[in-house]
């Protein structure tokens, strides 16, 4: 058997033409949802264009579907924090371009597959992430990827080498391109990216971030590709 397919799937959700572009997650943390518009207006002028709305922030179910309308196809939005298949469920009948858990939950990465959208389970040790990896996940969200650091990408390669992994947690604009090197698909930033921004912080500053990001993320891609 092909181990890229998960066992009793025809096909694994693909990763986005956005997020392959451009392999930069913003995760999205706010007292409300309906604070995140211009602060997605500012991401996206950096560039930074796949963008992650956590339910660990009030009424994201409810503006999820006027966001996806209003910024697709520049963005896609996908939610975020996920642990049941009610939010799974939610997430997608509201128009979810992708799902995220942080941690493994098989049966929302089957919500997700059964819909072919994709959905990045999140998990630490091995066992968890090829536990989602095998129920079909688009790529496997390494979490909390500070706590292990770049290194851990190598050593899951040996036994896992077709293991598509996104980290995510604690990662900083200028340890994104590690990351890149070391063999990620992408990578997840929240608060090293966004900071004040919805604190009543400069947007200006947020999309000079973004782009800062965008170009050392681009650098780290070819420069892996070279090799």
């Known amino acids: 058997m092909n181990s890229t397919q998960p066992a009793g799937n025809p096909q694994r959700p693909a990763v986005s033409a956005i997020l392959t572009a451009n392999p930069v997650v ?3 943390r706010a007292h ?15 560039g930074v264009r796949s963008i992650e709305l956590t339910l660990s922030t009030q009424g994201v179910f409810e503006e999820l579907p006027r966001l996806t ?4 196809p520049d963005a896609e939005i996908g939610v975020g924090t996920i642990t049941t298949v009610d939010q799974a469920r939610q997430a997608l009948d509201g128009g979810a371009d992708y799902l995220v858990t942080p941690a493994m939950v098989t049966a929302v990465v ?3 597959v059964e819909r072919d959208i994709p959905v990045f389970p999140g998990g630490l040790t ?11 996940a688009t790529a496997v969200k390494l979490f909390p990827a500070s706590a292990v ?33 070391a063999g990620a698909l992408a990578v997840s930033l929240g608060g090293p990216l966004l900071r004040d921004a919805f604190a009543g912080g400069n947007l200006t500053d947020l999309t000079a971030r ?13 420069a892996r590709a070279a090799k």
């Open 26 to 28: 913003a995760v999205m």
């Open 32 to 46: 409300h949802a309906r604070e995140y518009a211009p602060v997605i207006e500012a991401l996206i002028r950096g």
């Open 149 to 181: 650091g770049t290194g851990y990408i190598g050593q899951l390669r040996g036994p896992f080498p077709e293991m598509r992994i996104v980290p995510s947690g604690g990662i900083g604009i200028d340890d994104a391109p590690a990351w890149i090197a």
């Open 210 to 222: 973004a782009s800062k990001l965008s170009q050392l993320v681009a650098d780290a891609v070819e």
């Open 126 to 136: 091995p066992t968890e992430l090829l536990t989602g990896w095998n129920a079909g």
């Open 69 to 72: 309308e209003r910024f697709g």
């Open 110 to 112: 089957s919500a997700a």
